[in-house]
């Protein structure tokens, strides 16, 4: 499905989603819930000088730069209650899950290497079981992406990582700047339902409009980017330079603060904890929070050891898991090329300079 | 569970708000202040829970910020006068901290009622129980703090 | 005006009479304009250095790293560390040093001064819709470098607030210095964002802060670039702790948790409220951890405001004398204390 | 897989016994589903264990895959979650989800000689397999059973490796001699090398603390042990054991999915993070 | 979370808690607790039963830590901990639950205080759970005692510790001992001589071998603990020698300088040089260098040129002693409130309105008359008396609250003195009421009344004034209801006693504390009378309240017990509450050696080390800390922690 939707229209279309319940999903179990629930829009809205996601304002205005946080958050939020437990003393515990409540995000002005991180989660959280929660959120966001007809920023490198900035992968729906209007294309079948949703607000794109939108995906494509040289070698090389004392050096200036995962779209990892809310009877509830390779107790055993002591070693985490490891597994880097660890990093690491440092040391 | 039972019936029973406040006393002349309001009879509310610490000095910030996290309406501390610390100088580190953290507290707009230190002697019976009268009074229109109490739903 | 080739001039003497056994500085990044810290050793790499605009990082929390290292493995070190530092930065190696973190003879300050500007703040720039490709000072100037050409800017108008407000752009404590002396000067008013923050009422300070706190990610990121949150372990999270040999399983298991890791508002808002207490008398508002924040908290006004209750009511400035005795383990009998009952 | 995949299935301490006190005491527990669930192991898998209100971590099965009554655990107390457990009385409750990772190839070695070389706790993990092997003795030819701890009060299992000693060799060690103590003196790969167990279709399974598997490897070695007739496993900090929360990772490897058991081959190929 | 077995006993104190608190209630909460093992009510737990039955549960139940719910733990922590101790348990892992003073003795609502009861001892029960056990520090003991203040009081306690066998140093801030009893003329109930009792202790406390006087001295600074405090004594200089002085007056009677003998309150002068009075102890006179004109022979010189032994020496310097000790008694004694305060009363401008001390002054033989009752305006006999109690005293409005308890008895005495002086005269004495508990003393105020004929009104003087040579006092009669109004030749106020000038400091630098009164503080108004609330600090006399003589010898006597039993112990036993460094997170920033008020802390290899002989377990250092580095046992972190969640569970 691909239509024409006029910039001044898209509050309709907003509006249309809100109102209207939609029977979507992909077929989780907690879509029958949801069938009364709206759509809840989110996009990006520039606050405390930063864009962020928000909801609830009801217009969007897609003039937006990338915003600082990615959107994983909504299939993967930075905290997670798996399930209550309470324990009376002399009793069993008894536990009650907590599975998500399901309300339905249609988040709008994802950036095609946002889209692209999405695949990569999903990916993820269904490799070996699929994650009860992590599929349960997943199934009720949609994508309405926006392609970038210029980079975002000086640190993008989409195409190097072989995305490309008006890709539609991860996404339900790619919306494309014309000018005055959006080439708007259904990718999925939840994308088709979202813009059935709003229906009238919609015209169809004439031949004019698809001639204009080749050209300007033509010219996005061709902006110039930072590069990583060799995308297709880096998984060897990396490989190769695993024991390297570059890492050492190219981590010198790390502060370990862990900014560059916690913004990254593709960084899924997390730590489970107990926070209890009272100590007689026994109550609380397990949680599933954020955490990060690049603090230093990552991977500290309890007895001190630490196979990732030095900054080092989890640089080479970080970046051998983009560019090594998930190839390994899945076929394609992690790393989407939104160039936010570069850009948000308090002391200049920069992926794209460490992977092209190293791959050149390892000759 | 019946323990729970009695706490609940206090809140019940008046309808009205009851100021859940935490109490750090030093045990040489606070806490020897509120045993002598005990032996002297002085009644005052029941909303102070007292926990006797070795000297005002001792409360760090983290105790009044984490009795605050887990819900209480008000924190106090009390401790001798000042020249009469039974650690000699306790009250007088204790003056300064706490003064920060009063600061603090008020900064980012908790209430200031919600927070209070006073000195109280071992010799201060009635002075102890006007403490927490007053304590209790400014608290109650104030409502539950809920601010920094963690929600852990 | 500072010549950048007197900075690396100093730094090359210095490694190659191996008076120092590294120097640390900024050198320019990959990231844009930006400056990196960097540690050299070579004096070849001497000519890597710069000094720019964008060098605000306060390297001396790379001393703190260099000490931890050397704690790890055990070692002394046989020569100093040269540090090229800014008034602030300096300033916070005096706090280090307060602390006993490492001694005088430790460290080599190479001093900075700031002359009659400052470093920039990026955010103020990027409000004025500026990619520059390059910034270098020029008197009371910042000039850009950018696709359009060069731009020249009053540095006062992208200048980091504390900047505008530092009353000792000139690091007292060094053992060389580059630039005039210019202390004293203020551009602002000390203190000026706390004071009109303090004009609103509790109600309006409490929005204020319920939603910065509500935000923060907990990233740590601005602790973890403090030079003064140098601890082992944090008392309110435990991202980091000294697991021993003798650390018992008694004290791992009793660890207590002051917070949990949600990044909710009450955890987040007892982080913040221990960081700045933990803080007070010992930021030297280098803004670090402001600038570092990458969702903007404005970490700077916590700060701030217990640096002026340090000053006002205790008459005490941090990082004034390596001798003194710290904020809160000292106390004068004229301390405030009317707020008592 | 339950639809749940992080709720723990509740489960009883049936049986508690102390095997070793002192600073690094270790217990063993039994442990029977409370409401009929369960699920069945292979040799070498772990299970995720819970104490409400204090968390989880991740414990190798210790007892063999061929009783299905209960689910035997040694525990060390080190930290957190594993003091909490130190305190339980029989009959508490705990949380319990598993089984996870990978297990020994115990059919392919069926006909084969074993050599087992434990240090330590790390005696729990491979318990499975000599206890199951012992049970099915006729499809194995030679069992021997290398064992050290510190000192003789540090060994575990003590009763269980004399029931066996009609079985299997036993070999026991302790690093340094005490009175009484009959049997070698010394470090458990020394005890190896002393005994020079024949590498002729022989599988040689090690776990215990890293600097022991690291000798015990080379030694083997040095007696003409291949590559792939050595097993281990190796532990890193876990929170799931579903390969998603991302810190037990060897390389491409998530130590709770593809592992815990490797052989030396295997091993050899992962970079050295563990 | 503690999987500990603690055990909970629950006291109804008779119906003390029990008729506030529901104590069965606390207790089977407290059997819901995790870690809870036992839980208990008993009628009286500080009983012989109830001490049993605690001891018995911890045996039977194989306790870990026990809890009381019960009294303050000034009362019976020890009795419990002892208990516990019997039983096998370590007595720090026994905590007191204050649900009495602190709960069912101030709240009426028994549902509130019983949840509040809970919830006290709910927290006792968490921090019991991660208490540990702590042995004793055994600590050696300076066997020397100090005794400050050289009134009656001191006198006695020196001469009490010194007969042990201990060596005392006294030390008396004027240049003679003897306090004010040395200034009294006869004392009640006896009416023996004062000074005739006092004179021969005094040269006792001189003689004693075991006894070092240092009079016009005092002490500075305090430092250490019991068993070892370190005092610095600064010893002025009376640039008289007192080896050498042959007090024959010869210096005195050459100085030209004449000021108010304080002695004598200002009835008499003396010189600039002069001796207390004759029988001072040390018998030497002492140069006022405030008084003199300068110590300087080109300003005066005059005393230096007469004495033939050359025992004055201008040149003399003050002295800082050190000494060590291993207590202290404290026996500073009282003032009189002062008659300026005393505006109702002429404020001390009212020509012979006198204060009780100048009274005694007046009757003495060896005063101002030489022993004449003589009004100081114009030196006449005074015919008409008015004697007034409770001046300053029970007046909690504008002056003392408290009742000075020996005013009735000194104003009878005084009465009656006066009468044998001047049988012709007419003594008056209001009062509002007399208080004259003690053996033989409501004997002596009936004597005062019948035998002497002293008249006594019941009422309040409101107002004072000279007039026509006399001072009229207007007052009532409350039992008649009349207006009374007296134109007497003398009044004689009774005024309230006070705490010493200097207590404060004194109480400062000794870390001890004052009541409300501002009189030292003891630490325990029933069961510690004599004892400070700084471990091996004693008290006694009027520095503690307002007494008589024989109330003061028994106090001063029962401190040098004290003194003498804490002295013949080989060692000390030190509360091992004391802070413990964790070397991980120890990072060496000295902010805890900073705040140590002991300097107990100090470093070594880069991390902090506690003095666990000095460290008194204030937990200043662990406030401090930042890094939680430094923590008191059994009052640490997570205690705290543990016990805040659970006050408001
Ligand atoms: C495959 C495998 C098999 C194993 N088999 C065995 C075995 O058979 N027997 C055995 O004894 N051990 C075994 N271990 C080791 C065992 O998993 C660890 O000893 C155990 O996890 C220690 O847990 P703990 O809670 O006691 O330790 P801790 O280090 O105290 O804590 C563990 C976890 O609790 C959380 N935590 C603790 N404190 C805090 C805090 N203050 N704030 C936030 N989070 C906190 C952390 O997330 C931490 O990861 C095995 C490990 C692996 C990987
Ligand atoms: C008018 C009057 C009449 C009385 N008549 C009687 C009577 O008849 N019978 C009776 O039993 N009682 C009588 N008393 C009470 C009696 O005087 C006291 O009980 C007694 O004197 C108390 O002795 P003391 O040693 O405690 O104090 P004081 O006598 O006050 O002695 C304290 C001593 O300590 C010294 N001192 C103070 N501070 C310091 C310091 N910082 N360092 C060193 N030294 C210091 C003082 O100089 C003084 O010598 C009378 C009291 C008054 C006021
Ligand atoms: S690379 Fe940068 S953002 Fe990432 S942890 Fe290091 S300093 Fe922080
Ligand atoms: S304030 Fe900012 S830098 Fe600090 S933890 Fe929060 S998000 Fe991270
Ligand atoms: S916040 Fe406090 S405890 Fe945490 S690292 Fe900083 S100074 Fe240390
Ligand atoms: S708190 Fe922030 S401004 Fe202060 S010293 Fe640390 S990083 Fe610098
Ligand atoms: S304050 Fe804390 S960190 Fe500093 S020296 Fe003392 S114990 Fe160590
Ligand atoms: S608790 Fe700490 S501050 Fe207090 S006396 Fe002991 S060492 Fe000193």
């Not at chain 1, 989603?17 to 989110?42: F, I, N, Y």
């Not at chain 1, 699929?130 to 195409?159: H, W």
């Not at chain 3, 923060?216 to 140098?230: E, G, K, L, Q």
Request: aromatic letters at 8%; proline letters at 5%.
């Amino acid at each position: 499905m691909e239509k024409i939707l006029g910039k001044t229209k898209i509050d309709d279309w907003v509006a249309a989603l809100s109102d209207h319940p939609q029977e979507v999903g992909r077929g989780c179990k907690a879509a029958e819930a949801a069938t009364t629930t709206h759509w809840q829009v989110s996009a990006p809205v520039l606050e405390d000088g930063i864009w962020s996601y928000q909801s609830g304002s009801g217009s969007v205005q897609l003039e937006h730069s990338n915003t600082t946080q990615p959107p994983k958050g909504f299939s993967f939020p930075q905290r997670e209650v798996f399930f209550s437990f309470e324990q009376i003393k002399g009793e069993p515990p008894k536990l009650t899950q907590k599975l998500p409540q399901a309300t339905r995000h249609a988040v709008f002005g994802v950036r095609p290497c946002d889209g692209c991180g999405a695949v990569r989660m999903d990916k993820v959280f269904s490799d070996h079981v699929a994650d009860t929660y992590y599929t349960a959120r997943r199934s009720n966001v949609a994508y309405v992406g926006l392609a970038c007809n210029q980079p975002q920023g000086i640190n993008c490198f989409c195409l190097s990582v072989g995305g490309s900035p008006v890709s539609s992968d991860g996404m339900d729906v790619l919306m494309t700047d014309l000018g005055d209007r959006y080439f708007v294309a259904a990718v999925t079948d939840t994308g088709k339902a979202l813009m059935a949703a709003g229906n009238s607000v919609f015209s169809e794109p004439t031949a004019a409009d698809r001639k204009q939108l080749q050209q300007t995906h033509a010219e996005a494509i061709a902006q110039p980017q930072r590069a990583i040289n060799n995308l297709d070698a880096a998984p060897a090389k990396l490989k190769a330079s695993f024991d390297s004392p570059l890492w050492e050096e190219l981590a010198r200036a790390c502060i370990g603060c862990g900014v560059c995962t916690f913004l990254c779209p593709t960084c899924h990892c997390f730590d489970i904890n107990d926070e209890n809310t009272s100590a007689t009877p026994i109550k609380g509830n397990r949680v599933r929070t954020w955490d990060n390779c690049q603090f230093p107790d990552f991977t500290m055993h309890t007895s001190g050891h630490n196979p990732r002591e030095s900054l080092g070693s989890r640089l080479r985490q970080r970046v051998s898991h983009k560019f090594q490891y998930f190839h390994e597994n899945f076929g394609m880097p992690q790393c989407t090329g939104c160039g936010r660890c570069i850009t948000e990093c308090s002391v200049g690491i920069d992926i794209v300079n460490v992977v092209n440092k190293v791959a050149e040391h390892a000759g | 569970m019946s323990h729970s039972q009695a706490e609940v019936t206090q809140a019940e029973a008046s309808g009205e708000f009851e100021p859940r406040i935490v109490a750090f006393l030093c045990k040489w002349c606070s806490s020897a202040g509120s045993d002598l309001a005990g032996v002297s009879r002085m009644q005052y509310p029941s909303n102070a829970t007292p926990i006797t610490v070795p000297c005002s000095g001792s409360v760090s910030p983290m105790y009044i910020l984490s009795a605050f996290k887990k819900g209480a309406d008000g924190v106090l501390v009390s401790g001798c006068h000042i020249g009469d610390c039974h650690y000699i100088e306790g009250n007088f580190l204790a003056r300064r901290k706490i003064h920060l953290v009063k600061e603090l507290l008020g900064f980012v707009g908790i209430e200031p009622d919600r927070f209070r230190m006073s000195w109280v002697s071992a010799a201060e019976g009635a002075k102890y129980s006007n403490v927490i009268k007053d304590f209790v009074e400014d608290l109650k229109p104030l409502g539950p703090q809920n601010k920094m109490k963690a929600d852990r739903s | 005006m500072i010549n950048i080739q007197d900075m690396r001039d100093t730094a090359r003497g210095l490694l190659t009479k191996k008076e120092v056994r590294a120097v640390i500085g900024y050198r320019r990044s990959t990231n844009g304009m930006l400056a990196e810290p960097v540690v050299i050793t070579d004096p070849a790499q001497a000519d890597e250095l710069i000094w720019d605009p964008t060098c605000f990082h306060n390297l001396s929390l790379y001393l703190v790293e260099d000490r931890k290292f050397l704690t790890h493995v055990r070692k002394t070190a046989d020569a100093p560390i040269a540090i090229v530092a800014k008034g602030c930065d300096a300033r916070s190696i005096v706090v280090l040093m307060q602390e006993h973190y490492f001694e005088r003879k430790d460290v080599y300050i190479i001093g900075m001064s700031c002359e009659g500007s400052g470093v920039l703040d990026e955010r103020k720039l990027a409000a004025k819709g500026i990619r520059a490709t390059d910034a270098a000072f020029d008197g009371d100037d910042f000039v850009f470098a950018t696709a359009q050409g060069e731009q020249r800017i009053a540095a006062r108008e992208v200048m980091a607030d504390r900047c505008l407000e530092c009353r000792e752009p000139f690091p007292k404590e060094h053992n060389a210095v580059l630039g005039e002396n210019k202390t004293g000067r203020e551009l602002n008013a000390p203190f000026t964002a706390l004071h009109r923050f303090e004009e609103l009422d509790a109600g309006a300070r409490w929005k204020f802060w319920e939603h910065q706190f509500e935000r923060c990610i907990r990233c740590f990121a601005c602790r973890s670039v403090c030079p003064m949150c140098y601890c082992e372990e944090c008392v309110v999270d435990s991202i980091s702790f000294p697991v021993t040999g003798q650390t018992s399983a008694e004290e791992k298991a009793n660890r207590v948790r002051w917070i949990e890791r949600s990044a909710t508002r009450p955890e987040n808002m007892t982080y913040h409220m221990t960081r700045v207490l933990h803080l007070a008398g010992r930021c030297i508002d280098c803004n670090e951890c402001e600038r570092v924040c990458p969702v903007n908290i404005p970490l700077r006004l916590l700060n701030n405001k217990m640096e002026r209750e340090a000053r006002e009511e205790f008459g005490y400035e941090p990082g004034a004398s390596i001798g003194g005795p710290s904020l809160t383990a000292s106390f004068l009998d004229t301390d405030p204390g009317k707020f008592i009952r | 897989m339950p639809d749940n995949i992080y709720l723990p299935e509740l489960a009883r301490i049936a049986h508690i016994k102390e095997e070793i006190s002192g600073e690094r005491a270790i217990k063993t527990y039994r442990v029977e589903p409370v409401n009929g669930g369960g699920f069945e192991h292979n040799c070498g898998q772990c299970a995720m264990l819970s104490i409400f209100g204090r968390g989880e971590m991740m414990i190798s099965i210790a007892s063999s895959p061929l009783i299905t009554e209960y689910k035997q655990f040694s525990v060390m107390r080190v930290g957190r979650v594993s003091a909490a457990f130190h305190e339980l009385d029989v009959g508490d409750v705990i949380g319990i989800r598993g089984p996870y990772g990978n297990s020994f190839p115990v059919d392919d070695w069926r006909g084969k000689n074993l050599v087992f070389i434990g240090g330590g706790v790390g005696l729990a993990p491979i318990w499975p397999v000599i206890t199951t092997a012992v049970a099915q003795r006729a499809d194995f030819k030679n069992i021997s059973v290398f064992y050290g701890a510190r000192s003789p009060r540090d060994l575990m299992y003590k009763a269980e490796l004399e029931r066996l000693r009609g079985d299997a060799d036993i070999q026991l060690s302790v690093d340094k001699a005490e009175e009484g103590w009959k049997e070698f003196c010394g470090f458990v790969p020394a005890n190896v090398l002393d005994k020079k167990p024949s590498p002729n279709n022989t599988i040689a399974i090690t776990c215990g603390p890293p600097i022991m598997i690291k000798f015990v490897i080379q030694n083997l070695q040095q007696l003409g042990f291949a590559d792939e007739q050595i097993y281990t496993t190796i532990e890193n900090k876990m929170k799931c054991g579903l390969g998603k929360c991302g810190r037990c990772n060897v390389g491409k490897d998530y130590v709770c999915t593809k592992g815990p058991v490797y052989s030396w081959a295997q091993l050899k190929q992962l970079p050295e993070e563990y | 979370m503690t999987k500990k077995r603690t055990g909970v006993f629950v006291c109804h104190c008779g119906n003390n808690i029990a008729a506030t608190v529901d104590v069965t209630k606390v207790k089977d909460a407290m059997a819901n607790e995790e870690g809870v093992v036992f839980s208990q009510d008993y009628v009286y737990m500080c009983s012989d039963p109830g001490q049993n039955s605690v001891i018995d549960a911890i045996k039977d139940n194989n306790l870990d830590n026990v809890v009381i719910s019960c009294c303050s733990p000034n009362l019976h922590e020890k009795t419990f901990r002892d208990n516990a101790k019997m039983a096998g348990l370590n007595s720090f892992t026994c905590e007191i639950a204050n649900i009495r003073e602190q709960c069912a003795w101030v709240h009426k609502d028994k549902d509130e205080a019983t949840a509040k009861a809970i919830k006290i001892s709910r927290s006792a029960v968490r921090r019991a759970g991660r208490d540990q056990a702590l042995e004793p520090i055994a600590v050696p003991v300076t066997r020397k005692a100090l005794v400050i203040g050289g009134g009656i009081a001191g006198i006695q306690a020196a001469l009490d510790i010194a007969n042990a066998g201990v060596e005392v140093i006294l030390v008396e801030k004027l240049a003679t001992i003897g306090g004010h009893m040395l200034q009294l003329s006869e004392t009640f109930p006896t009416l023996d001589c004062s000074q005739c009792i006092l004179s021969p202790k005094m040269v006792e406390v001189s003689r004693h071998p075991k006894i070092k006087l240092m009079t016009y001295s005092e002490v500075q600074e305090v430092s250490g603990s019991v068993g070892n405090f370190k005092v610095k004594i600064l010893k002025k200089p009376t640039y008289v020698d007192p080896e050498l002085c042959k007090i024959c007056d010869d210096c005195a009677s050459v100085c030209p300088v004449v000021v108010p003998n304080e002695h004598d309150l200002g009835l008499t002068a003396r010189r600039a040089i002069h001796i207390p009075f004759a029988q001072a102890i040390p018998a030497s006179y002492t140069l006022d260098e405030s008084a003199c004109l300068g110590l300087n022979p080109v300003r005066c010189g005059k005393c230096k040129d007469a004495c033939d032994v050359g025992a004055i020496n201008y040149d003399m310097q003050p002295q800082t002693i050190t000494e060590e000790v291993g207590a202290i008694v404290v026996a500073t004694g009282f003032d009189l409130y002062a008659q300026e305060h005393m505006n109702e009363m002429g404020g001390g401008k009212v020509e012979d309105v006198l204060d009780g001390l100048q009274f005694e002054r007046l009757c003495s033989a060896s005063g101002a008359t030489k022993g004449h009752v003589l009004r100081p305006s114009d030196r006449t006999v005074p015919k008409e008396v008015v004697f007034i109690q409770c001046v300053g005293s029970r007046d909690p409005a504008q002056h003392c609250a408290y009742c000075s308890k020996i005013c009735c008895m000194y104003t009878a005495k005084h009465a009656r003195l006066y009468k044998h002086h001047v049988p012709d005269g007419r003594a008056y004495v209001f009062y509002i009421d007399i208080r004259s508990g003690g053996k033989g003393y409501e004997e002596f105020v009936q004597r005062a009344m019948e035998d002497d004929g002293t008249i006594y009104l019941r009422g309040r003087v409101s107002k004072l004034y000279r007039k026509n040579g006399k001072v009229r006092v207007l007052g009532t009669d409350t039992l008649t209801g009349q207006n009374v109004e007296i134109d007497a030749d003398m009044v004689v106020l009774a005024l309230a006693m006070e705490p010493s000038k200097g207590t404060g400091e004194i109480a400062k630098t000794l870390k001890i504390g004052r009541d409300k009164d501002g009189f030292l503080a003891e630490s325990h108004p029933k069961l510690k009378p004599v004892e400070s609330v700084t471990a091996g600090i004693f008290l006694a006399g009027c520095a503690q309240a307002p007494k008589d003589i024989p109330e003061t010898v028994a106090q001063a006597g029962a401190a040098a017990s004290k003194v003498i039993g804490l002295l013949s112990q080989p060692t000390l036993s030190h509360a091992p509450t004391v802070a413990r460094v964790r070397n991980s997170h120890c990072s060496g920033c000295e902010m805890c050696v900073t705040a140590c008020p002991y300097n107990a802390i100090h470093l070594e290899h880069g991390k902090a080390v506690v003095n666990e002989v000095l460290c008194e377990g204030c937990g200043s250092c662990s406030a401090t800390c930042l890094r939680a580095a430094i923590e008191v046992k059994n009052a640490t972190a997570l205690q705290i922690h543990e016990m805040i969640e659970a006050c408001l569970a």
